[in-house]
């Protein structure tokens, strides 16, 4: 029998409205853990290449992992996955929150949707059971609507809920999926996805617990790891995500005014410090999890936000905050609640209005495109407004609901020069002239620029950084600015790594270098819970194969090694701030990126992976579902 997981898959064809299981062999969970890796495994296999990704044909999987739902800090993290409408390449995004314990505790490991159902449904997942429901009364209401209504529909105020909002019904392409109105899945335009197959919602309830190979040794580890925990230096359960926006915008590495300035003298106004003295209400957390980084806050005036939609992490602040020119916080946390009412990304949203506000000061824009709002960095009002009109498609709105990259070439006048995307995606606001690893990251992410797909140059700049990777073989710090093999070396392997907590759902702040997690204790709590005889080895395999996957999905939808670029402005000296002047060496950048390449076992000019590496990693049969980039 199965330990950590139920070896059982929920298929759904809302097309013919049936509902199917299917039970994998334990080798194909051995394979791909969970999570991406595991989604990928299915996508490559059965999605159609080049398909409409706000079509039919797209499928969307939802999917844990081998050890979600078991006991330990930090397991509560799963993975969307279908084709991305906002990049047309691999989209994934990750949450947090309770939903998937619950949907393991309902006896299934994922749940994949396929078709289009032919009015709005919401899928009811219970103790083993799975129906699909009508939605249509619920199709146009708010998340925080649409959770209360479900669960007092079925009557147990218990039910966890993934759902869209308004923004997924209209197909905005940054639209995510969003549970218990504040744990995001929110990149890459998934709550589209969701609204283009009429899937409002899907509500989760189990009472079973997941049965594991060493019960002693899982009660051990998860003791441990509640023992041994120390808030780390930056203090993200105290202060949350955005305590370091003082701190990077010390450093000149805090994105402003989209991505011109690298400080913001509001800074301190817009800092974790700042909100934990003034808004903060309650530490939220995950299931499982002692940290409690999650914020929770409440404004009575002049807008009147809910604590029951969270609070602003830090990407929030920045993209509101010093990307807009913004240094207040209460209309930042309104506009938080704003998108996760609306069920948009916030990155995203702050980013396109970012871009906006460049073009207007411009001239690119005019009053007349923006529906005479004066949208000027700094304008608090014109930036909540935007919100509100990409949520309903309204006016400008509309045009940035399709995304950056498409709103820049409709614009056109220089316009896709203010546009801070790769691949389609909005950048997250880590500064790459300051960590240059970072835009590596950014660059060749399959999924677009996701600054929680691989790691922060700082931490591995000192001996107590590099101190944590002593089992990966690095022994040396590389510097922040560094762009040579040392620093590739390092990101590849570390890419792995943040690849391998995706695929077991850990979360980053509950892994070294941030939480207790390490290594060695990651390996033996799978061991634990599996009964498998793994290795740190076997498990950074797994790591390598969600790259390789992605890699092999992308090249098939059509992108190429150009689609492995920065902004043009990286390029560029900045503006103003600590590190004025500062810009990246564009040839040293493309050859790092060349020898990333060569690092992967890839082709150096091309990017497509050799079948002697897919051959290594037990993925050869990729090549029959990529014939043509191999013959």
């Given at each position: 029998?199965?330990?950590?997981?139920?070896?059982?898959?929920?298929?759904?064809?809302?097309?013919?409205?049936?509902?199917?299981?299917?039970?994998?062999?334990?080798?194909?969970y051995?394979?791909?853990?969970?999570?991406?890796?595991?989604?990928?495994?299915?996508l490559?296999?059965?999605?159609?290449?080049?398909?409409?990704?706000?079509?039919?044909?797209?499928?969307?999987?939802f999917?844990?992992?081998?050890?979600s739902?078991t006991?330990?800090?930090?397991?509560?993290r799963?993975?969307?996955?279908?084709?991305?409408?906002l990049?047309?390449?691999?989209?994934?995004a990750?949450?947090?929150?309770?939903?998937?314990?619950?949907?393991?505790?309902?006896?299934?490991?994922?749940?994949?949707?396929?078709?289009?159902?032919?009015?709005?449904?919401?899928l009811?997942?219970?103790?083993?059971?799975?129906e699909?429901?009508?939605?249509?009364?619920?199709?146009?209401?708010?998340?925080?609507?649409?959770?209360?209504?479900?669960?007092?529909?079925?009557?147990?105020?218990?039910?966890?809920i993934?759902?869209i909002?308004?923004?997924?019904?209209?197909?905005?392409?940054?639209?995510?999926?969003?549970?218990?109105?504040?744990?995001?899945?929110?990149?890459?335009?998934?709550?589209?996805?969701m609204?283009?197959?009429?899937l409002?919602?899907?509500?989760?309830r189990?009472?079973k617990?997941?049965?594991v190979?060493?019960?002693?040794?899982?009660r051990?580890?998860?003791?441990?790891?509640?023992?041994?925990?120390?808030?780390p230096?930056?203090?993200?359960?105290?202060?949350?995500?955005?305590?370091?926006t003082?701190m990077?915008?010390?450093?000149?590495?805090?994105?402003?005014?989209n991505f011109?300035?690298?400080?913001?003298?509001?800074?301190?106004?817009?800092?974790?410090?700042?909100m934990?003295?003034?808004?903060?209400?309650?530490?939220?957390?995950?299931?499982g999890?002692?940290?409690?980084?999650?914020?929770?806050?409440?404004?009575?005036?002049?807008?009147?936000?809910?604590?029951?939609?969270?609070?602003?992490?830090y990407?929030?602040?920045?993209?509101?905050g010093?990307?807009?020119?913004?240094?207040?916080?209460?209309?930042?946390?309104?506009?938080?609640?704003?998108?996760?009412?609306?069920?948009?990304d916030?990155?995203?949203?702050?980013?396109?209005?970012?871009f906006?506000?460049?073009?207007?000061?411009?001239?690119?824009?005019?009053s007349t495109?923006t529906?005479g709002?004066?949208?000027?960095f700094?304008?608090?009002e014109?930036?909540?407004?935007?919100?509100?009109?990409?949520?309903?498609?309204e006016?400008l709105?509309?045009?940035?609901?399709?995304?950056?990259?498409?709103?820049?070439?409709?614009?056109?006048?220089g316009?896709?020069?203010?546009?801070?995307?790769?691949?389609?995606?909005p950048?997250?606001?880590?500064?790459?002239?300051?960590k240059?690893?970072?835009?590596?990251?950014?660059?060749?992410?399959p999924?677009?620029?996701d600054?929680?797909?691989?790691?922060?140059?700082?931490?591995?700049?000192?001996?107590?950084?590099?101190?944590?990777?002593?089992?990966?073989?690095?022994?040396?710090?590389?510097?922040?600015?560094?762009?040579g093999?040392?620093?590739?070396?390092?990101?590849?392997?570390?890419?792995?790594?943040?690849?391998?907590?995706n695929?077991?759902?850990?979360?980053?702040?509950?892994?070294?270098p941030?939480?207790?997690?390490?290594?060695?204790?990651?390996?033996?709590?799978?061991?634990?819970?599996?009964?498998?005889?793994?290795?740190?080895?076997d498990?950074?395999?797994?790591?390598?194969?969600?790259?390789?996957?992605?890699?092999?999905?992308?090249?098939?939808?059509?992108?190429?090694?150009?689609?492995?670029?920065?902004?043009?402005?990286?390029f560029?000296?900045?503006e103003?701030?600590?590190?004025?002047?500062?810009?990246?060496?564009?040839?040293e950048?493309?050859?790092?990126?060349?020898?990333?390449?060569?690092?992967?076992?890839?082709?150096?000019?091309?990017?497509?992976?050799?079948?002697e590496?897919?051959a290594?990693?037990?993925?050869?049969?990729?090549?029959?579902?990529?014939?043509?980039?191999?013959?």
């Open positions: 029998m199965p330990f950590g997981y139920n070896g059982k898959i929920l298929r759904v064809d809302l097309d013919r409205g049936s509902i199917s299981i299917e039970e994998p062999d334990e080798n194909v051995c394979r791909y853990l969970g999570g991406g890796t595991f989604a990928l495994y299915y490559l296999k059965e999605f159609k290449p080049k398909s409409d990704p706000l079509g039919p044909e797209n499928i969307l999987v999917i844990g992992s081998v050890i739902g006991p330990a800090v930090g397991l509560s799963f993975s969307a996955a279908a084709k991305s409408p990049t047309n390449a691999f989209g994934e990750e949450a947090g929150g309770w939903w998937i314990p619950e949907l393991k505790f309902a006896g299934y490991d994922a749940v994949i949707i396929k078709g289009r159902a032919n009015h709005p449904v919401y009811w997942i219970h103790d083993g059971e799975a699909i429901k009508d939605a249509r009364h619920l199709w146009g209401k708010f998340t925080k609507e649409t959770q209360e209504e479900i669960r007092k529909e079925l009557r147990d105020e218990h039910i966890r993934a759902s909002g308004p923004a997924g019904e209209k197909l905005v392409r940054v639209a995510c999926i969003l549970n218990e109105l504040k744990h995001a899945n929110g990149r890459t335009g998934l709550g589209a996805v609204g283009s197959k009429n409002k919602a899907i509500a989760v189990g009472n617990r997941m049965e190979a060493d019960e002693e040794a899982v051990r580890i998860t003791k441990w790891l509640r023992d041994t925990y120390e808030e230096y930056f203090s993200i359960g105290n202060l949350g995500t955005a305590r370091v003082v990077l915008s010390e450093q000149g590495i805090l994105p402003t005014f011109r300035q690298g400080s913001f003298e509001g800074a301190e106004a817009i800092s974790g410090e700042t934990s003295k003034t808004i903060l209400v309650r530490r939220g957390t995950c299931y999890c002692f940290i409690r980084c999650k914020r929770e806050v409440r404004v009575t005036e002049p807008y009147l936000v809910d604590p029951i939609y969270g609070g602003p992490e990407e929030t602040v920045a993209a509101f010093s990307m807009c020119g913004i240094d207040n916080l209460k209309a930042i946390s309104w506009a938080n609640q704003l998108c996760n009412a609306y069920g948009l916030t990155i995203s949203t702050g980013g396109l209005i970012s906006a506000m460049e073009c207007y000061e411009n001239d690119i824009l005019k495109d529906g709002l004066d949208l000027r700094g304008n608090v014109a930036m909540i407004k935007m919100v509100e009109m990409i949520g309903k498609r006016g709105g509309d045009l940035l609901a399709d995304g950056m990259s498409l709103a820049a070439r409709k614009l056109g006048k316009a896709e020069g203010f546009a801070m995307h790769v691949k389609g995606m950048l997250p606001f880590h500064e790459p002239r300051g240059v690893g970072v835009g590596i990251g950014y660059a060749v992410s999924t677009g620029p600054h929680m797909e691989f790691p922060h140059d700082p931490f591995w700049a000192t001996d107590a950084g590099i101190s944590l990777l002593r089992p990966l073989g690095i022994l040396e710090p590389v510097d922040v600015f560094d762009l093999p040392k620093k590739v070396r390092l990101f590849v392997y570390l890419q792995q790594y943040w690849d391998l907590l695929s077991l759902g850990i979360c980053m702040f509950t892994a070294k941030f939480g207790p997690h390490t290594f060695n204790e990651i390996v033996d709590y799978v061991k634990a819970v599996t009964g498998w005889e793994t290795s740190l080895f498990l950074l395999k797994v790591g390598e194969r969600h790259a390789n996957m992605a890699r092999i999905f992308n090249l098939r939808e059509g992108l190429t090694s150009k689609d492995d670029i920065l902004p043009e402005r990286l560029q000296p900045m103003g701030g600590t590190l004025k002047g500062k810009k990246i060496d564009q040839e950048f493309l050859k790092a990126i060349k020898t990333y390449y060569q690092m992967m076992g890839w082709d150096p000019e091309s990017g497509v992976p050799k079948k590496k897919l290594e990693l037990d993925l050869d049969w990729l090549i029959d579902y990529a014939p043509s980039l191999f013959s």
